[in-house]
């Protein structure tokens, strides 16, 4: 892991203000959205290809005066690869325009772990160390972490051979690799038989099932908490509730639309689901569970300061089912910015707005974060 007092010493030589920088995939539009209402300029890494969402059609537009008039992508750089983006020559330019980078999930699924904890040399606004807990084959991940929180978490099944109630089965897609090719299963015969039908398939590997997570299937729905702590506040104001959302998956979504009798009617191969995220919608939570769903927010908080000092900075989501009884379990967690906080953008969220009295999204959320922390001379407390 890169020292902490290494990149804070990079922030005596930045440029003022700084450019708040995101990789351009998952929540950037939030992050830029949010940085440019608060006054920053911003900066999009994309794959050449996949650029033309920041580079086109939400490029800033600025009046004489520097106010943006149209968009919030100030400026796109593009590369070949993702990965290219950790090359030395790109971190030395991205420091030379004082670029803090937002880490989100793009960021760690395309540049690989071991790189962005000992070589990138770029200021993270948010929790470098805590971005590998999100990886379920190592041995400390989130589970671990959520244990030693005391959150609850859907029950491990260790060997297919015990499974005897509905699971779910966490692995990779075998050709989408960054995308899963979870399955349900409610026997270890139908393990057995789904596994098998799934390898034939090609939707799976049997490397990627000999490793895979199962886990009690927790019924009910899915309400992913967009949380926000900052060190810049007193500890008892730090954790924020912004925002709820809930996810639309390809496939599973679709099928659930269908009357039973035309899901009967499917092939077989028609019938298994797909979890490819395609979609997010936003949601309350009834209020009476509002108080639990801050004590895990304050646990998960506790947690990470215990095992990852200096702990969670910035936003995180935990992903839960509320059970039966409106308790909830997490089954996912993401150590920075939820990869559906879009719902956000711009409107803010009834939570977010209801503590800040002014449209508050993750995105405007952590542009605020590095004022504050600018205006304070505290930046140092945020990044990593
Ligand atoms: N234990 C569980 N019980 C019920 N549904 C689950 C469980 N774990 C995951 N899911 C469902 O699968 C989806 C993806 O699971 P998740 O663990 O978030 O995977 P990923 O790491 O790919 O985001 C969730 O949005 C939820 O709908
Ligand atoms: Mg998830």
New binding site residues.
């Given amino acids: 892991m890169l020292d902490r007092g290494e990149i804070v010493d990079l922030l005596a030589d930045y440029p003022k203000p700084p450019i708040v920088a995101s990789v351009g995939s998952h929540s950037a539009l939030d992050i830029a959205d949010g940085a440019v209402t608060e006054g920053f300029r911003t900066l999009v890494l994309a794959q050449a290809g996949r650029e033309a969402t920041y580079a086109q059609y939400y490029r800033t537009r600025r009046d004489a005066t520097g106010r943006a008039i149209r968009g919030c992508v100030d400026e796109v750089w593009t590369y070949p690869r993702f990965a290219d983006l950790a090359k030395f020559a790109t971190q030395e330019r991205l420091r030379s325009v004082g670029a803090l980078l937002v880490p989100n999930r793009a960021l760690s699924s395309y540049v690989p772990l071991d790189t962005i904890e000992s070589e990138f040399r770029v200021p993270l606004v948010g929790s470098r160390s805590l971005l590998r807990i ?1 990886e ?1 084959t190592e041995r400390e991940n989130y589970y671990t972490l959520l244990e030693a929180a005391g959150i609850p ?2 029950t491990k099944i260790p060997d297919p051979r015990s499974i005897d109630g509905l ?2 089965v ?1 692995l990779p897609h075998a050709q989408k690799r960054l ?2 090719g ?1 399955f349900t299963v409610a026997s270890s015969a139908e393990y057995e038989r789904k596994s098998r039908f799934l390898l034939d398939q090609g939707t799976i590997r049997a490397e990627d099932l000999a490793t895979a997570r199962i ?6 729905p ?1 309400f ?1 908490f967009n949380f926000f702590f900052s060190p810049l506040f007193p500890r008892a104001e730090g954790l924020e509730l912004l925002g709820v959302d ?2 639309r ?1 390809s496939s ?1 979504d679709g099928l659930v639309r269908l009357p039973a009798a035309q899901q009967l009617e499917l092939e077989q191969a028609g019938r298994v689901p797909e ?1 490819t ?1 395609v979609g997010h919608g936003t949601l309350t939570v009834r209020e009476s569970i509002l108080e639990d769903v801050f004590r895990l927010g304050e646990k998960f908080v506790h947690a990470s300061q215990g095992r990852y000092p200096p702990g969670i900075l910035g936003p995180f989501c935990l ?1 839960t ?1 509320l059970d039966k009884d409106g308790r909830p ?1 997490v ?2 967690v ?1 150590a920075r910015i939820g ?1 559906g906080t879009n719902i956000h953008l711009g409107l803010g969220h009834p939570y977010g707005n209801a503590l800040w009295r002014e449209p508050m999204s993750s995105g405007r959320r952590l542009a605020r974060e590095i004022r504050l922390a600018m205006d304070d001379g505290r930046l140092a407390e945020i990044v990593t």
């Fill in positions: 999100e379920r978490t859907p699971a779910i966490k995308e899963r979870f886990e009690r299937y927790v019924i009910g899915v992913n809930e996810r998956e599973l979890y995220v992903q089912c379990t089954f996912d993401a990869g």
